[in-house]
């Protein structure tokens, strides 16, 4: 198997309050919503993906159980501090909750949190140690 992911799905409780908060609150463009229960964007190498809770079980063929907030998070990453602060303000604007405001992080750099419709979490942060490629693409450094 290509290590790699092809697709990202958040169960989402109301898919047009986190549709509206990604499309219309962060700016990014749907590329397909074959039902008001599923939403497809394509972001940088891969689909990102919202889904209805019932509307996922019905796929796979059994129930999807609840998880805890922040089982599995999201992350964005910005090419500057200011980026963060720009990110973050843009995402409490279009409605996500903040939980933690931009600040220095222990590991270097600078990070946020805020919670998305829907109950994720997204990381908003800039890594000095990972430079983002003119693509968009965030770059890992060589394995030691």
């Known amino acids: 198997m290509e290590q790699r992911i092809s697709a990202i799905t958040l169960i989402v409780p ?18 397909a919503s074959p039902s008001p229960e599923v939403v497809f964007f394509q972001i940088q190498g891969t689909v990102f993906a919202l889904y209805q809770r019932e509307a996922l079980a019905n796929e796979i063929g059994r129930a999807v159980t609840d998880q805890p907030s922040g089982a599995v998070t999201l992350a964005w990453n910005g090419r500057s501090e200011q980026a963060v602060d720009e990110a973050f303000e843009q995402a409490v604007a279009a409605g996500a909750l903040p939980v933690r405001h931009p ?25 000095p140690f990972w430079p983002i490629r003119a693509d968009g693409a965030v770059e890992l450094p060589p394995p030691a």
């Open 14 to 31: 109301d898919v047009a309050e986190a549709r509206r908060f990604f499309e219309e609150g962060l700016g990014w463009q749907v590329n």
């Open 103 to 127: 600040d220095k992080a222990f590991w270097g750099g600078y990070s946020s949190y805020v919670e998305v419709p829907g109950g994720h979490l997204l990381e908003i942060a800039y890594n």
